[in-house]
């Protein structure tokens, strides 16, 4: 059983969102930074450990999920019944 002790909100959204954010997915990286997956505006991005969007990366299809597959390496699972996933 887990028990929350603190709950805070943090903003993940940045200029060129066209919607509204949707998390579906998030991982820690070493450097203490994070990604979290935005599946509403199809970006990955990387939030410093003060919980600043410092950067994005567009992908094509609709992102869910990201896991560490290295030590600054990430794999995101996408869900879209499409010839072109990968």
Same mark, same amino acid.
Do not use: W
């Given at each position: 059983?887990?028990?929350?002790?603190?709950?805070?909100?943090?903003?993940?959204?940045?200029?060129?969102?066209?919607?509204?954010? @949707?998390?579906?997915?998030? /991982?820690?990286?070493?450097?203490? #930074?994070?990604?979290?997956?935005? *599946?509403? +505006?199809?970006?990955?991005?990387?939030?410093?450990?003060?919980?600043?969007?410092?950067?994005?990366?567009?992908?094509?299809? @609709?992102?869910?999920?990201? /896991?560490?597959?290295?030590?600054? #390496?990430?794999?995101?699972?996408? *869900?879209? +019944?499409?010839?072109?996933?990968?």
């Amino acid at each position: 059983m887990f028990e929350v002790k603190k709950h805070v909100l943090h903003t993940v959204k940045v200029a060129d969102d066209q919607k509204l954010c @949707n998390i579906t997915g998030i /991982c820690k990286l070493a450097t203490e #930074e994070f990604l979290p997956v935005d *599946n509403f +505006n199809l970006k990955i991005k990387l939030m410093d450990s003060n919980y600043k969007v410092t950067s994005t990366c567009d992908v094509p299809r @609709n992102p869910q999920d990201v /896991c560490l597959i290295g030590e600054r #390496e990430a794999a995101v699972s996408v *869900n879209k +019944n499409s010839e072109d996933r990968h």
